[in-house]
Nanobody
């Protein structure tokens, strides 16, 4: 079992920056990937990117990689999604999730944190 707790979502003005945190606990040794997703009202859930928990390799979607990046703490089981030059189109609930086995399924999810970007 892995528990994920997100934090950092808030109201921010367009052009601003924000860093979201995802703190993992429980069987963190089993984490393979930590992924980030977002979902706006009336829209499908969108994959943002992921990080390899052991090696730290990062993948971001082509549409977001110029403004967003993913990282993790060097000593703690915490992942981060850093977002720059935010626009109202980035308004969504942001989720972190982890894979823990060979299937690559994101089995464990955080509760989500609201990011609202005002114009």
């Amino acid at each position: 079992q892995v528990q994920l707790v997100e934090s950092g979502g808030r109201l921010v003005q367009a052009g601003g920056s924000l860093r979201l945190s995802c703190a993992a606990s429980g069987d963190t040794f089993s984490i393979v990937l930590m992924g980030w997703f977002r979902q706006a009202p009336g829209k499908d859930r969108e994959f943002v990117g992921s990080i390899s928990w052991k090696a730290g390799g990062v993948y971001l979607s082509d549409s977001l990689k110029s403004r967003f990046t993913i990282s993790k703490d060097a000593t703690e089981d915490t992942g981060y999604l850093s977002m720059n030059t935010l626009t109202p189109e980035d308004t969504a609930v942001y989720y972190c999730a982890v894979t823990t086995d060979y299937t690559g399924t994101y089995r464990y999810w955080g509760q989500g944190t609201q990011v609202t970007v005002s114009s």
